[in-house]
């Protein structure tokens, strides 16, 4: 019998449940990706029921080689969407689409996601975990948990999916944000930093963007999966995770650790010339992008484990040769 069985039954609520440590029937969005590959692990470990949602033939084998459960669709099949979160007694979404050549695609298409999760939860107290992020939430100092995100509506960052989704939490939705570290590391990763050591090799220069003293929030993967863990089984409805090990790595010693670890110099570019220079990454790595944690930690009592950023970048993560 599931949580929300046993809470239709009148015996106690969904969150009581959860609170005893009662296993539950996950489902989650993006399984088979970076973070969403090792939360299902997390989950597994953790003795929880996964099922994933699997784009492709080669997703549903990954999901299903871990020991999950497949339900095959993506971001516009809604319907899939609908069946996944009415059969489990928890949702953890991590999947979007990343079309940064096309973000108002992305946008939308995140947007319908979690109102469609969202809705389905409505009146069951079942907990609803959103990925999100940390731009733009702060200039002048790192961010906290305490800051709300300035994307509100369809056509805003993320098709405003953090706000909507914290709109479910007076309809009954445990809704739990996680916003993550712009940088979620570790051997394998193919995002922010992966990008940037390939522009590193292709210009045989790791650049710099300005001063290089703005941070970057990071974490290491294994970590930010316990903590999308401890939040779907804990965090009470509203809560804002910051998923961050470290507050505010400076980008210029991500550079230099870049252009040790790849065997290029250091060089400074001026912030008009990043894109052309880093790609869409450009965007970001001149940016603000710190962010402090203590809440999190403090209420959910998550303390980061693995490498920092710099050491993996030291140990050959994005410069190793891949499996």
């Known amino acids: 019998m599931t949580a929300t069985d046993i809470a239709c039954y009148g015996l106690m609520s969904a969150t009581d449940i959860i609170e005893k440590g009662t296993t539950m029937h996950v489902f989650v969005t993006g399984a088979s990706g970076w973070i969403g590959s090792a939360t299902v692990d997390e989950l597994l470990a953790a003795g929880h029921r996964v ?5 492709s033939d080669a997703s549903a084998a990954s999901v299903q080689a871990k020991g999950a459960e497949v339900l095959r669709g993506d971001l516009d099949d809604l319907d899939a969407l609908r069946r996944g979160a009415d059969a489990a007694d928890g949702v953890v979404h991590l999947a979007n689409k990343h079309d ?23 009146g069951s107290d079942r907990p609803f975990v959103v990925a999100s992020g940390l731009a733009r939430l702060a200039a002048d100092r790192p961010a906290t948990e305490d800051d709300p995100s300035p994307a509100v509506g369809l056509h805003s960052m993320r098709g405003g999916s953090e706000n909507r ?20 590391h570790g051997h394998g990763d193919s995002g922010f930093v992966a990008v940037l050591t390939a522009a590193a090799r292709r210009h045989g220069a790791a650049a710099v963007v300005g001063e290089g ?19 779907l089984e804990s965090a009470p409805a509203g809560t804002r995770m910051h998923v961050t090990g470290e507050d505010a790595v400076p980008t210029r010693a991500i550079a230099q650790a870049i252009g040790d670890a790849v065997g290029v110099p250091v060089t400074t570019i001026d912030p008009a010339d990043a894109v052309a220079h880093y790609g869409f990454v450009g965007r970001f790595f001149g940016a603000p992008m710190a962010a402090t944690s203590t809440a999190t930690r403090e ?12 050491e993996d970048i030291a140990d050959g993560a994005y410069t190793a040769p891949r499996a």
């Open 299 to 310: 209420l959910l009592d998550w303390q980061p484990t693995g490498p920092t950023l710099l």
């Open 100 to 122: 940064f050549a096309h973000p108002e695609v992305s946008d939308a298409a995140e947007r319908a996601a979690v109102e469609t999760l969202g809705q389905v939860l409505v």
């Open 165 to 184: 989704a914290l709109d479910f939490v007076d309809q009954g939705v445990r809704t739990v944000i996680a916003r993550f570290a712009p940088t979620v």
């Open 51 to 55: 099922t994933g949602l699997a784009r």
């Open 213 to 231: 003293t703005n941070g970057w929030a990071a974490v290491h993967r294994t970590d930010a999966a316990r903590l999308v863990r401890l939040g």
